[in-house]
């Protein structure tokens, strides 16, 4: 047991300065590996100094171990003498290991200075040099673009002497074309305006005569238009005069309108008249027929149709039906209610002439509405205004009749009203079929012109061959007068009778003439 605590105390010993050590190593840093290694030496003999202690105690508690018991308190006396040996040399190695430290880290600061200050010289001297070198290459790179901004101007100036040059070489050219264009243009446009010129008297002249040949034919066409007009105008005068003359006639019964209004069918025959008249106001005789057959197979005939031309555009034509009705019975039973106040008389009346009106517009639906003879639709009139408003009061009365039997119902403004429309209808037709004529005629005259126009062009052809004839007998004459200079000329009526001319002699030339030839 003893030997055991002998050995731990050493190790602990042992432990302990090799933690000294290490703690002062961490805190120094480890400044210089030399050092280090020395301290490891002195601590590897240090580790042998006391493992020989340690073999020497071990050798000594052997001995008091095998001497006896009775030796324990020389062996407690040697052991406390070697633990104060022990400690004694740790002490010594701890003081040595402080001076050897110290010393260690005073050499660590002097080496660590005098590498600092080495390289703060090594520093400045590269500082140095490179400072050297940056200015030699500035001074050199300074002299490059010297040299090379010397050579881009001198270049630049050559270029620019070369551009110049060409650019007064261009110039020039550019002038001398430019003077060589402004005579060529001068003469186009002289040549241009001789030809507009010429071509302007040309056509000048082409123009007179087709206008003179365009009048003449308009003229002719205009007399011969108006004079139709002029025999149709007279006509529907004459026709409009015989029309006065019936008026009067008309006018001339007027007295015994009532008379004739006592009998029914003398009521019917006055409704018929003012619907005859109405359409002879509007319409020309033959826009319109009296007691016409709307069905080919039946004897029925219509009190007057109007005559309307066909779609197809062939002349053919289709009836429009007039029939004229005056239920004056029942509007007098109406117009009597109505002034007594009797509402049920009124209401009897009113029923009374809707199934008149609606009996006579189903007869003219059955007997005279006969496509494609006529149109599918008729007309009935009503000779007075205030039976026809008495009929339009009711309400929906006359859709339902257009409805059921494709019949209107007119009064004598309402029919006025649609003659007036087919009237102008009539005339626009006329005037289609009369600018179609007059179309036809201009037709005539563009052919008949470029007709002209050639026999112009053979003209002007035959015009020119005779000129250039001319201009040869006009030189070949100029020839014969020179060669004839010398001959004596005799007296005009001397030559006329030696050479047995006939007709006028031609003019003397004057003296200005003679002198320009």
């Keep these: 047991m003893d030997e055991t605590l002998i050995a731990g105390v050493v190790v602990a010993v042992a432990v302990v300065a090799a933690a000294v050590l290490l703690a002062f190593f961490r805190k120094s840093g480890a400044r210089d590996t030399s050092a280090f290694a020395e301290l490891e030496a002195k601590f590897d003999q240090i580790d042998g100094t006391l493992k020989g202690h340690g073999g020497q105690l071990t050798a000594i508690l052997s001995a008091q171990s095998q001497a006896s ?24 190695i701890g003081e040595k290991l402080d001076r050897d430290v110290a010393a260690m880290e005073k050499s660590a600061v002097e080496g660590r200075e005098a590498l600092r200050n080495l390289v703060e010289q090594k520093l400045d001297a590269s500082t140095t040099k490179h400072a050297e070198a940056a200015t030699a290459l500035r001074t050199e790179l300074t002299q490059n673009f010297d040299k090379t901004s010397n050579l881009i101007s001198q270049t630049l100036r050559q270029l620019g002497a070369d551009q110049q040059e060409r650019l007064n070489e261009f110039s020039a050219r550019i002038g001398e074309l430019t003077k060589q264009q402004a005579d060529g243009q001068e003469k186009l446009r002289q040549t241009v305006e001789a030809r507009l010129d010429l071509l302007r008297t040309e056509n000048s002249k082409k123009l007179d005569e087709m206008r ?69 106001d509007y319409l020309t005789p033959d826009q319109f027929v009296e007691n016409a057959a709307m ?12 005559r309307l ?9 289709i009836f429009l039906p007039i029939d004229s009705k005056f239920p004056r019975e029942d509007y007098e039973r109406l117009v009597l209610a109505s002034e007594a106040a009797d509402i049920a008389g009124v209401e009897a009346a009113a029923v009374a002439l809707e199934n008149s009106i609606r009996n006579s517009a189903k007869t003219i639906s059955e007997k005279y509405i006969n496509p494609p003879h006529t149109t599918d639709f008729a007309f009935l009139f009503l000779p ?23 019949v209107n119902v007119a009064g004598p403004t309402t029919l006025s009203s649609m003659l007036s429309a087919f009237q102008m209808g009539f005339r626009s037709m006329a005037i289609q079929q009369r600018s179609g004529d007059v179309w036809k005629v201009l037709g005539a005259v563009r052919t008949e012109f470029g007709k002209h126009g050639e026999v112009l062009r053979k003209l002007k052809n035959q015009l020119a061959t005779a000129a250039n004839s001319v201009d040869a007998l006009d030189k070949r004459t100029g020839i014969m007068s020179k060669r ?22 031609y003019d003397e030339p004057d003296d200005e003439e003679e002198a320009e030839e």
Excluded: C
């Excluded at 026809?388 to 039997?405: C, I, N, S, T």
């Design 295 to 306: 069905n080919p197979s039946s004897s029925e005939r219509v009190e007057f149709a109007i």
């Design 69 to 92: 018991g009775e030796l324990s308190r020389t062996l407690n006396e040697r052991l406390t003498q070697g633990l104060e040996s022990i400690q004694t040399s740790v002490r010594a």
């Design 384 to 406: 007075t205004e205030g039976l026809f408003a008495e009929v339009l009061r009711r309400p929906g009365f006359l859709e339902k009749l257009q409805r059921d039997y494709r």
């Design 484 to 505: 004839l200079k010398g001959v004596e000329a005799l007296p005009s009526d001397t030559s006329v009778t030696l050479l047995g001319l006939v007709g006028p002699a």
């Design 309 to 317: 031309p066909a779609r197809d555009g062939d002349g053919s034509h």
């Design 212 to 280: 003179q040949t365009v009048d003449e034919k308009l003229q002719s066409t205009l007399e011969k238009r108006l004079g139709e007009s002029f025999n149709t105008v007279s006509e529907q005068l004459k026709r409009v005069h015989e029309g006065l003359g019936e008026m009067q006639n008309l006018a001339t019964g007027v007295g015994d309108l009532k008379r004739v209004l006592t009998n029914v069918k003398t009521r019917g025959t006055w409704a018929e008249v003012q619907l005859g008249m109405l359409l002879e």
